[in-house]
Protein backbone atom coordinates (compact mmCIF):
# COMPACT_ATOMS: atom_id res chain seq x y z
CA UNK A 1 0.00 0.00 0.00
CA UNK A 2 2.85 2.50 0.43
CA UNK A 3 4.61 1.57 -2.80
CA UNK A 4 0.96 2.51 -4.13
CA UNK A 5 1.20 5.52 -2.45
CA UNK A 6 4.42 6.60 -3.73
CA UNK A 7 4.11 5.87 -7.13
CA UNK A 8 0.55 7.71 -7.35
CA UNK A 9 2.05 10.38 -5.39
CA UNK A 10 5.29 10.61 -8.09
CA UNK A 11 2.66 10.57 -11.21
CA UNK A 12 1.13 13.94 -9.93
CA UNK A 13 -1.86 12.67 -8.24
CA UNK A 14 -2.64 14.78 -4.72
CA UNK A 15 -3.51 13.27 -1.41
CA UNK A 16 -6.91 13.33 -1.23
CA UNK A 17 -7.35 11.59 -4.66
CA UNK A 18 -4.93 9.14 -3.48
CA UNK A 19 -7.19 8.23 -0.62
CA UNK A 20 -10.51 8.00 -2.82
CA UNK A 21 -8.59 5.38 -5.41
CA UNK A 22 -6.97 3.27 -2.59
CA UNK A 23 -10.47 2.87 -0.32
CA UNK A 24 -8.56 5.20 2.83
CA UNK A 25 -8.78 8.23 4.55
CA UNK A 26 -6.75 10.81 4.41
CA UNK A 27 -5.83 10.87 7.85
CA UNK A 28 -4.70 7.69 7.88
CA UNK A 29 -2.32 8.82 5.11
CA UNK A 30 -1.72 12.20 6.41
CA UNK A 31 -0.76 10.18 10.18
CA UNK A 32 2.05 7.55 8.19
CA UNK A 33 3.68 10.91 6.30
CA UNK A 34 3.53 12.36 10.02
CA UNK A 35 5.23 8.89 11.46
CA UNK A 36 8.04 8.83 8.43
CA UNK A 37 6.66 5.86 7.19
CA UNK A 38 5.65 7.44 4.01
CA UNK A 39 8.28 9.55 2.16
CA UNK A 40 7.11 11.45 -0.71
CA UNK A 41 9.57 13.25 -3.41
CA UNK A 42 7.79 15.88 -5.35
CA UNK A 43 7.04 14.68 -8.98
CA UNK A 44 9.82 16.83 -10.53
CA UNK A 45 12.46 15.27 -8.79
CA UNK A 46 11.75 12.19 -10.63
CA UNK A 47 12.24 13.95 -14.21
CA UNK A 48 15.67 13.37 -14.32
CA UNK A 49 16.14 14.13 -17.55
CA UNK A 50 14.45 17.50 -17.45
CA UNK A 51 17.73 19.36 -16.14
CA UNK A 52 21.13 18.37 -15.77
CA UNK A 53 22.28 16.79 -12.65
CA UNK A 54 25.00 17.59 -10.25
CA UNK A 55 25.95 15.08 -7.43
CA UNK A 56 24.28 16.98 -5.07
CA UNK A 57 21.27 17.05 -6.66
CA UNK A 58 21.76 13.21 -7.31
CA UNK A 59 22.63 12.99 -3.47
CA UNK A 60 18.80 14.28 -2.33
CA UNK A 61 17.27 12.39 -4.81
CA UNK A 62 18.50 8.89 -3.94
CA UNK A 63 18.42 9.68 -0.47
CA UNK A 64 14.30 10.52 -0.23
CA UNK A 65 13.50 7.58 -2.10
CA UNK A 66 10.51 5.39 -0.51
CA UNK A 67 11.51 2.27 -1.72
CA UNK A 68 14.88 2.34 -0.66
CA UNK A 69 18.67 3.49 -1.29
CA UNK A 70 18.34 5.63 -4.81
CA UNK A 71 15.05 3.80 -5.71
CA UNK A 72 13.57 6.18 -7.62
CA UNK A 73 11.96 4.25 -10.76
CA UNK A 74 9.45 3.21 -8.19
CA UNK A 75 6.66 2.48 -11.22
CA UNK A 76 8.60 -0.08 -13.12
CA UNK A 77 9.97 -1.84 -9.92
CA UNK A 78 6.69 -2.40 -8.87
CA UNK A 79 4.94 -3.67 -12.50
CA UNK A 80 8.54 -5.83 -12.36
CA UNK A 81 7.30 -7.72 -9.40
CA UNK A 82 3.88 -8.48 -10.72
CA UNK A 83 5.20 -9.81 -14.28
CA UNK A 84 6.17 -6.86 -16.10
CA UNK A 85 8.76 -6.06 -18.10
CA UNK A 86 12.16 -5.18 -17.00
CA UNK A 87 13.52 -1.94 -16.31
CA UNK A 88 13.89 0.55 -18.67
CA UNK A 89 17.24 1.93 -19.68
CA UNK A 90 17.27 5.89 -19.68
CA UNK A 91 20.31 7.98 -19.32
CA UNK A 92 20.53 11.55 -19.05
CA UNK A 93 23.52 14.36 -18.99
CA UNK A 94 24.95 14.30 -15.38
CA UNK A 95 27.49 16.24 -13.68
CA UNK A 96 30.50 14.90 -11.78
CA UNK A 97 29.14 11.09 -12.15
CA UNK A 98 31.17 9.02 -10.36
CA UNK A 99 32.50 5.48 -12.03
CA UNK A 100 31.46 6.85 -15.53
CA UNK A 101 34.83 6.78 -16.80
CA UNK A 102 34.04 2.47 -17.11
CA UNK A 103 32.22 3.25 -19.83
CA UNK A 104 35.15 3.47 -21.88
CA UNK A 105 35.70 -0.25 -21.35
CA UNK A 106 31.55 -0.70 -23.07
CA UNK A 107 33.29 -1.78 -26.99
CA UNK A 108 36.12 -3.73 -25.83
CA UNK A 109 33.49 -5.62 -23.34
CA UNK A 110 31.08 -6.19 -26.36
CA UNK A 111 33.83 -7.16 -28.62
CA UNK A 112 34.73 -9.65 -26.43
CA UNK A 113 31.16 -11.34 -26.13
CA UNK A 114 29.94 -10.36 -22.88
CA UNK A 115 26.65 -10.28 -23.67
CA UNK A 116 26.76 -12.39 -27.06
CA UNK A 117 25.00 -15.51 -25.05
CA UNK A 118 23.62 -13.73 -22.29
CA UNK A 119 19.86 -14.87 -23.47
CA UNK A 120 20.68 -18.77 -22.26
CA UNK A 121 20.34 -17.20 -19.09
CA UNK A 122 17.34 -14.84 -19.54
CA UNK A 123 14.88 -14.59 -17.00
CA UNK A 124 11.06 -13.01 -16.18
CA UNK A 125 9.48 -11.17 -13.90
CA UNK A 126 12.76 -9.23 -12.94
CA UNK A 127 13.75 -5.59 -12.44
CA UNK A 128 17.18 -6.14 -13.60
CA UNK A 129 17.21 -7.38 -17.24
CA UNK A 130 20.30 -10.55 -17.42
CA UNK A 131 21.92 -7.82 -19.61
CA UNK A 132 22.33 -5.44 -16.84
CA UNK A 133 23.23 -8.26 -14.51
CA UNK A 134 26.36 -8.84 -16.75
CA UNK A 135 27.35 -5.51 -17.22
CA UNK A 136 27.15 -4.69 -13.74
CA UNK A 137 29.69 -7.29 -12.75
CA UNK A 138 31.62 -6.91 -15.29
CA UNK A 139 32.16 -3.35 -14.73
CA UNK A 140 32.32 -4.04 -10.54
CA UNK A 141 35.31 -5.96 -11.81
CA UNK A 142 36.90 -3.48 -13.54
CA UNK A 143 36.40 -1.47 -10.73
CA UNK A 144 38.67 -3.78 -8.73
CA UNK A 145 36.06 -4.72 -6.62
CA UNK A 146 37.17 -8.20 -5.69
CA UNK A 147 33.76 -9.75 -4.14
CA UNK A 148 30.10 -8.74 -4.14
CA UNK A 149 30.97 -7.81 -0.60
CA UNK A 150 32.45 -4.69 -1.41
CA UNK A 151 29.54 -3.87 -4.16
CA UNK A 152 28.71 -1.68 -1.24
CA UNK A 153 31.38 0.50 -1.04
CA UNK A 154 30.48 2.25 -4.87
CA UNK A 155 27.48 4.85 -4.99
CA UNK A 156 24.94 2.38 -6.00
CA UNK A 157 22.83 5.72 -7.61
CA UNK A 158 26.22 6.70 -9.29
CA UNK A 159 26.99 3.63 -11.26
CA UNK A 160 23.31 2.65 -11.58
CA UNK A 161 22.83 5.75 -14.43
CA UNK A 162 26.17 4.83 -15.69
CA UNK A 163 24.01 1.38 -17.01
CA UNK A 164 21.29 3.99 -17.05
CA UNK A 165 18.93 2.42 -14.28
CA UNK A 166 18.13 4.39 -10.85
CA UNK A 167 20.97 2.10 -8.78
CA UNK A 168 22.45 -1.20 -9.32
CA UNK A 169 21.93 -3.74 -7.46
CA UNK A 170 22.41 -4.62 -3.73
CA UNK A 171 24.72 -7.64 -2.56
CA UNK A 172 21.85 -9.81 -1.99
CA UNK A 173 20.21 -9.63 -5.55
CA UNK A 174 22.90 -10.18 -7.20
CA UNK A 175 23.79 -13.50 -5.30
CA UNK A 176 20.32 -14.53 -5.80
CA UNK A 177 20.68 -13.63 -9.99
CA UNK A 178 24.09 -15.77 -10.04
CA UNK A 179 22.48 -18.35 -8.23
CA UNK A 180 19.17 -18.52 -10.53
CA UNK A 181 21.82 -18.23 -13.26
CA UNK A 182 23.29 -21.36 -12.97
CA UNK A 183 20.00 -23.26 -12.58
CA UNK A 184 18.81 -21.38 -15.99
CA UNK A 185 21.98 -22.11 -18.15
CA UNK A 186 24.78 -24.65 -18.12
CA UNK A 187 27.77 -22.37 -17.57
CA UNK A 188 30.49 -24.75 -18.67
CA UNK A 189 28.75 -24.55 -22.07
CA UNK A 190 28.58 -20.85 -22.36
CA UNK A 191 32.40 -20.78 -20.89
CA UNK A 192 33.06 -22.92 -23.93
CA UNK A 193 31.17 -20.51 -26.48
CA UNK A 194 33.27 -17.68 -25.33
CA UNK A 195 36.26 -19.39 -25.67
CA UNK A 196 35.42 -20.71 -29.44
CA UNK A 197 34.36 -17.24 -30.53
CA UNK A 198 37.89 -16.04 -29.14
CA UNK A 199 39.77 -18.92 -30.95
CA UNK A 200 37.73 -18.23 -33.97
CA UNK A 201 38.18 -14.41 -33.98
CA UNK A 202 42.38 -15.11 -32.95
CA UNK A 203 43.34 -18.24 -35.31
CA UNK A 204 46.69 -17.54 -35.31
CA UNK A 205 47.10 -16.78 -31.50
CA UNK A 206 45.04 -20.11 -31.13
CA UNK A 207 47.50 -22.06 -32.61
CA UNK A 208 49.91 -22.07 -29.99
CA UNK A 209 48.38 -22.90 -26.56
CA UNK A 210 50.21 -21.98 -23.09
CA UNK A 211 49.30 -24.16 -20.07
CA UNK A 212 49.99 -23.85 -16.83
CA UNK A 213 48.69 -24.43 -13.48
CA UNK A 214 47.51 -22.36 -11.03
CA UNK A 215 46.88 -23.23 -7.42
CA UNK A 216 43.91 -21.48 -5.42
CA UNK A 217 44.52 -21.28 -1.86
CA UNK A 218 41.63 -22.52 -0.04
CA UNK A 219 41.30 -20.53 3.54
CA UNK A 220 37.31 -21.49 5.09
CA UNK A 221 36.67 -24.34 6.87
CA UNK A 222 33.38 -25.78 4.70
CA UNK A 223 35.26 -28.75 3.54
CA UNK A 224 38.55 -30.58 3.83
CA UNK A 225 40.34 -29.39 0.57
CA UNK A 226 43.44 -31.54 -0.20
CA UNK A 227 47.06 -30.57 0.12
CA UNK A 228 49.18 -29.05 -2.71
CA UNK A 229 52.53 -27.38 -2.78
CA UNK A 230 52.67 -23.44 -4.06
CA UNK A 231 55.55 -22.40 -5.70
CA UNK A 232 54.70 -18.85 -5.29
CA UNK A 233 55.24 -19.26 -1.46
CA UNK A 234 56.76 -22.73 -1.00
CA UNK A 235 54.57 -24.38 1.31
CA UNK A 236 51.61 -27.33 1.18
CA UNK A 237 48.67 -25.94 1.16
CA UNK A 238 44.77 -26.76 0.99
CA UNK A 239 43.53 -25.59 -2.86
CA UNK A 240 42.87 -26.87 -5.63
CA UNK A 241 44.49 -26.23 -8.96
CA UNK A 242 43.52 -24.33 -12.20
CA UNK A 243 45.48 -25.14 -14.93
CA UNK A 244 45.29 -22.27 -17.87
CA UNK A 245 44.66 -22.47 -21.38
CA UNK A 246 46.18 -18.72 -22.46
CA UNK A 247 47.28 -17.29 -25.89
CA UNK A 248 51.46 -16.08 -26.50
CA UNK A 249 50.28 -12.03 -25.11
CA UNK A 250 48.67 -13.85 -22.04
CA UNK A 251 44.71 -13.70 -23.03
CA UNK A 252 42.93 -16.41 -21.38
CA UNK A 253 41.04 -18.83 -23.52
CA UNK A 254 39.69 -21.40 -21.21
CA UNK A 255 40.56 -22.71 -17.10
CA UNK A 256 40.09 -26.08 -16.03
CA UNK A 257 39.73 -26.30 -11.88
CA UNK A 258 41.11 -29.68 -10.57
CA UNK A 259 39.94 -30.59 -6.58
CA UNK A 260 42.41 -33.68 -7.16
CA UNK A 261 46.25 -33.60 -7.14
CA UNK A 262 46.45 -35.10 -10.60
CA UNK A 263 49.76 -34.31 -12.56
CA UNK A 264 49.76 -31.84 -14.94
CA UNK A 265 50.16 -34.17 -17.60
CA UNK A 266 47.17 -36.34 -16.78
CA UNK A 267 45.34 -33.48 -16.79
CA UNK A 268 46.33 -31.81 -20.40
CA UNK A 269 45.34 -35.90 -21.46
CA UNK A 270 42.23 -36.41 -20.18
CA UNK A 271 40.66 -32.90 -20.40
CA UNK A 272 42.84 -29.96 -22.16
CA UNK A 273 43.93 -32.05 -25.25
CA UNK A 274 40.41 -33.31 -26.49
CA UNK A 275 39.09 -29.50 -26.51
CA UNK A 276 41.41 -27.94 -27.74
CA UNK A 277 41.45 -30.40 -30.85
CA UNK A 278 37.97 -29.93 -31.32
CA UNK A 279 38.05 -26.09 -30.88
CA UNK A 280 40.98 -24.89 -32.34
CA UNK A 281 40.69 -23.42 -36.28
CA UNK A 282 42.49 -23.56 -39.04
CA UNK A 283 43.71 -27.33 -38.41
CA UNK A 284 45.14 -29.23 -40.89
CA UNK A 285 43.22 -32.35 -42.54
CA UNK A 286 44.07 -36.00 -42.03
CA UNK A 287 45.37 -35.88 -46.04
CA UNK A 288 47.15 -32.92 -45.50
CA UNK A 289 48.80 -34.81 -42.32
CA UNK A 290 49.86 -38.01 -44.10
CA UNK A 291 51.08 -36.16 -46.75
CA UNK A 292 53.86 -34.32 -44.70
CA UNK A 293 54.66 -36.32 -41.81
CA UNK A 294 56.82 -32.94 -40.65
CA UNK A 295 53.55 -31.59 -39.91
CA UNK A 296 51.40 -30.57 -36.56
CA UNK A 297 47.78 -29.67 -35.45
CA UNK A 298 48.49 -27.40 -32.75
CA UNK A 299 51.60 -26.75 -30.52
CA UNK A 300 51.59 -26.03 -26.47
CA UNK A 301 53.75 -24.82 -24.66
CA UNK A 302 54.85 -25.70 -21.32
CA UNK A 303 57.54 -25.54 -18.50
CA UNK A 304 59.62 -28.14 -17.02
CA UNK A 305 56.95 -29.84 -15.23
CA UNK A 306 55.49 -31.86 -17.79
CA UNK A 307 59.13 -32.66 -18.99
CA UNK A 308 58.79 -36.78 -20.11
CA UNK A 309 59.60 -38.33 -23.56
CA UNK A 310 56.84 -40.72 -23.07
CA UNK A 311 54.36 -37.72 -22.84
CA UNK A 312 56.38 -36.08 -26.23
CA UNK A 313 55.71 -39.54 -27.92
CA UNK A 314 52.44 -39.56 -27.34
CA UNK A 315 51.81 -35.27 -28.49
CA UNK A 316 53.47 -36.47 -31.30
CA UNK A 317 51.41 -39.64 -32.06
CA UNK A 318 48.60 -37.36 -31.84
CA UNK A 319 50.38 -34.82 -34.15
CA UNK A 320 50.69 -32.54 -32.10
CA UNK A 321 53.65 -30.19 -31.17
CA UNK A 322 55.62 -29.18 -27.73
CA UNK A 323 57.94 -26.17 -26.88
CA UNK A 324 59.40 -26.61 -23.90
CA UNK A 325 63.11 -25.83 -21.56
CA UNK A 326 65.60 -28.74 -21.83
CA UNK A 327 65.98 -30.66 -18.45
CA UNK A 328 68.60 -31.17 -16.60
CA UNK A 329 71.14 -29.95 -18.88
CA UNK A 330 74.92 -30.35 -18.36
CA UNK A 331 77.04 -30.05 -21.61
CA UNK A 332 78.20 -26.26 -23.14
CA UNK A 333 77.51 -26.04 -27.30
CA UNK A 334 81.14 -24.08 -28.17
CA UNK A 335 80.15 -20.56 -28.81
CA UNK A 336 81.31 -20.75 -32.15
CA UNK A 337 78.02 -22.42 -32.97
CA UNK A 338 76.08 -19.70 -32.12
CA UNK A 339 74.43 -17.48 -34.59
CA UNK A 340 73.34 -13.75 -33.39
CA UNK A 341 69.98 -13.20 -35.10
CA UNK A 342 68.15 -9.87 -35.07
CA UNK A 343 63.76 -9.57 -34.35
CA UNK A 344 61.61 -6.92 -34.24
CA UNK A 345 59.51 -6.98 -30.67
CA UNK A 346 55.75 -6.22 -30.51
CA UNK A 347 56.33 -2.71 -29.88
CA UNK A 348 58.37 -2.45 -32.65
CA UNK A 349 62.18 -2.79 -31.02
CA UNK A 350 64.87 -4.56 -31.97
CA UNK A 351 66.77 -7.40 -29.97
CA UNK A 352 69.88 -9.22 -31.13
CA UNK A 353 70.15 -12.67 -29.51
CA UNK A 354 72.23 -16.15 -30.32
CA UNK A 355 71.31 -19.08 -31.36
CA UNK A 356 71.96 -22.28 -31.87
CA UNK A 357 70.07 -25.65 -32.92
CA UNK A 358 70.69 -29.35 -33.17
CA UNK A 359 68.70 -32.54 -33.76
CA UNK A 360 68.26 -35.45 -31.18
CA UNK A 361 67.08 -38.27 -30.11
CA UNK A 362 65.69 -38.86 -26.36
CA UNK A 363 64.66 -42.10 -25.48
CA UNK A 364 62.87 -42.98 -22.34
CA UNK A 365 64.52 -45.52 -19.49
CA UNK A 366 61.61 -48.53 -19.55
CA UNK A 367 62.98 -51.02 -21.02
CA UNK A 368 59.56 -53.17 -21.17
CA UNK A 369 58.31 -50.46 -23.15
CA UNK A 370 61.15 -48.40 -24.89
CA UNK A 371 59.91 -45.00 -26.89
CA UNK A 372 62.06 -42.02 -28.05
CA UNK A 373 60.98 -38.93 -30.25
CA UNK A 374 63.50 -37.23 -32.52
CA UNK A 375 63.10 -33.38 -31.80
CA UNK A 376 64.85 -30.11 -32.18
CA UNK A 377 67.38 -28.96 -29.00
CA UNK A 378 67.32 -24.64 -29.53
CA UNK A 379 69.87 -22.65 -27.30
CA UNK A 380 70.06 -19.37 -26.17
CA UNK A 381 73.32 -18.32 -25.44
CA UNK A 382 73.04 -14.95 -23.28
CA UNK A 383 75.90 -12.27 -22.53
CA UNK A 384 76.50 -13.95 -19.09
CA UNK A 385 77.14 -17.16 -20.97
CA UNK A 386 74.38 -19.45 -19.58
CA UNK A 387 73.00 -21.57 -22.00
CA UNK A 388 69.28 -21.98 -22.07
CA UNK A 389 68.26 -25.28 -24.06
CA UNK A 390 64.66 -25.53 -25.92
CA UNK A 391 63.06 -28.56 -27.04
CA UNK A 392 60.25 -28.59 -29.67
CA UNK A 393 59.22 -31.28 -31.67
CA UNK A 394 57.54 -28.30 -34.39
CA UNK A 395 59.49 -28.94 -37.46
CA UNK A 396 58.00 -26.12 -39.40
CA UNK A 397 58.77 -22.80 -37.67
CA UNK A 398 61.79 -20.98 -37.67
CA UNK A 399 64.43 -21.04 -34.82
CA UNK A 400 63.91 -17.26 -34.24
CA UNK A 401 60.01 -17.69 -34.20
CA UNK A 402 60.49 -21.17 -31.78
CA UNK A 403 62.45 -18.68 -29.50
CA UNK A 404 60.52 -16.25 -29.22
CA UNK A 405 57.29 -18.35 -28.81
CA UNK A 406 59.31 -20.02 -25.62
CA UNK A 407 60.37 -17.14 -24.03
CA UNK A 408 56.51 -15.47 -24.32
CA UNK A 409 55.70 -18.03 -21.66
CA UNK A 410 56.28 -14.85 -19.36
CA UNK A 411 53.03 -13.43 -20.56
CA UNK A 412 51.36 -16.32 -18.31
CA UNK A 413 52.97 -15.92 -15.48
CA UNK A 414 52.60 -12.33 -15.63
CA UNK A 415 48.78 -12.63 -16.04
CA UNK A 416 48.77 -15.13 -13.40
CA UNK A 417 50.60 -12.47 -10.90
CA UNK A 418 47.86 -9.13 -12.27
CA UNK A 419 45.17 -11.63 -11.87
CA UNK A 420 45.73 -12.21 -8.73
CA UNK A 421 46.87 -9.08 -7.68
CA UNK A 422 44.11 -6.77 -9.31
CA UNK A 423 40.63 -9.26 -9.46
CA UNK A 424 41.32 -11.80 -6.76
CA UNK A 425 41.42 -14.87 -8.68
CA UNK A 426 42.56 -17.06 -6.15
CA UNK A 427 39.39 -15.54 -4.19
CA UNK A 428 36.69 -16.73 -6.76
CA UNK A 429 36.74 -20.32 -5.47
CA UNK A 430 33.38 -22.25 -5.39
CA UNK A 431 31.92 -22.82 -1.87
CA UNK A 432 29.30 -25.68 -3.37
CA UNK A 433 30.08 -29.24 -2.55
CA UNK A 434 30.57 -31.38 -5.26
CA UNK A 435 30.95 -34.95 -5.22
CA UNK A 436 34.28 -36.52 -6.51
CA UNK A 437 34.12 -40.04 -8.18
CA UNK A 438 35.63 -42.82 -5.45
CA UNK A 439 37.38 -43.88 -8.73
CA UNK A 440 39.77 -41.23 -9.09
CA UNK A 441 43.17 -42.86 -10.10
CA UNK A 442 46.18 -41.72 -7.91
CA UNK A 443 49.62 -42.03 -7.42
CA UNK A 444 50.49 -43.20 -3.82
CA UNK A 445 52.64 -40.16 -2.83
CA UNK A 446 55.23 -42.98 -1.06
CA UNK A 447 55.19 -44.77 -4.50
CA UNK A 448 55.70 -41.67 -6.33
CA UNK A 449 58.56 -41.40 -4.09
CA UNK A 450 60.41 -44.61 -4.58
CA UNK A 451 59.56 -44.55 -8.25
CA UNK A 452 61.89 -41.59 -8.45
CA UNK A 453 64.59 -42.92 -6.66
CA UNK A 454 64.41 -46.25 -8.52
CA UNK A 455 64.80 -44.52 -11.84
CA UNK A 456 67.83 -42.55 -10.24
CA UNK A 457 69.82 -45.64 -9.20
CA UNK A 458 69.04 -46.92 -12.69
CA UNK A 459 70.03 -43.76 -14.48
CA UNK A 460 73.59 -44.07 -12.28
CA UNK A 461 73.89 -47.89 -12.88
CA UNK A 462 73.51 -47.45 -16.41
CA UNK A 463 76.36 -44.52 -16.62
CA UNK A 464 78.58 -46.46 -14.29
CA UNK A 465 78.08 -50.04 -16.74
CA UNK A 466 79.09 -47.42 -19.54
CA UNK A 467 82.26 -46.42 -17.73
CA UNK A 468 83.11 -50.08 -17.23
CA UNK A 469 82.58 -51.10 -20.99
CA UNK A 470 84.59 -47.92 -22.00
CA UNK A 471 87.47 -48.68 -19.67
CA UNK A 472 87.16 -52.46 -21.29
CA UNK A 473 86.93 -51.32 -24.88
CA UNK A 474 90.13 -49.02 -24.95
CA UNK A 475 92.67 -50.91 -22.90
CA UNK A 476 92.17 -54.41 -24.22
CA UNK A 477 93.79 -56.64 -21.80
CA UNK A 478 96.29 -58.89 -23.90
CA UNK A 479 99.25 -58.41 -21.67
CA UNK A 480 99.45 -58.78 -17.71
CA UNK A 481 99.94 -54.81 -17.88
CA UNK A 482 97.43 -53.94 -19.33
CA UNK A 483 95.10 -56.06 -17.77
CA UNK A 484 96.35 -54.96 -14.30
CA UNK A 485 95.61 -51.07 -15.37
CA UNK A 486 92.25 -52.07 -16.52
CA UNK A 487 91.70 -53.65 -13.45
CA UNK A 488 92.94 -50.70 -11.42
CA UNK A 489 91.00 -48.18 -13.54
CA UNK A 490 88.10 -50.50 -12.90
CA UNK A 491 88.64 -50.11 -8.93
CA UNK A 492 88.80 -46.21 -9.44
CA UNK A 493 85.37 -46.23 -10.82
CA UNK A 494 83.72 -48.27 -8.37
CA UNK A 495 86.00 -48.98 -4.95
CA UNK A 496 83.92 -51.68 -3.62
CA UNK A 497 85.37 -54.05 -6.42
Known amino acids: MIAQIQVKYSQGDTLPEIADQLLLKSNTIQKAIAQNRIKLIEPTSFEENSYTQTKSNRSVIDDNTG ?9 ERILASVGGTSATIKFSEQIDLSCAGVLLSL ?11 SQDFKLTNVYYS ?13 LRVKNINQANTIPCGELGRVLGLDRIPEVKTLRNRIARFTQKGNVEEWS ?3 SQG ?26 TMPKR ?8 MSGSTDYWVNDKTGQPFFVVSEAINSSMIEQIKTSILPRLEKEVPHQPTEEELLQNPLLHKLMIVYDRECYSVDFFHY ?17 KWPEEDFIEYETIQEDGTTEKIKLSEKKITLKNNDKQNPKEVTCREIRKLSKSGHQTSILTTNWTLGIVQIGLYMFARWCQENFFKYMTDNFDIDGLVSYKKEIISDTKMLVNPAYRQLDSELKS ?3 KLSKQKTLFANITLKDEPEKGKKLERSIAKKAEVHPRN
Not at 107 to 112: E, K, M, T, W
Not at 315 to 331: F, G, I, M, S
Open 315 to 331: LWEKRVAVCTYNKNVKD
Open 192 to 194: AKL
Open 107 to 117: PALLSNGLLIH
Open 67 to 75: MGKACSNTI
Open 130 to 142: EEMIFLCLAFLSL
Open 198 to 223: WMNANPDLAGVLYIDGHVNIYYGQAT
Open 457 to 459: LNG
Open 229 to 236: FVSRIRLC
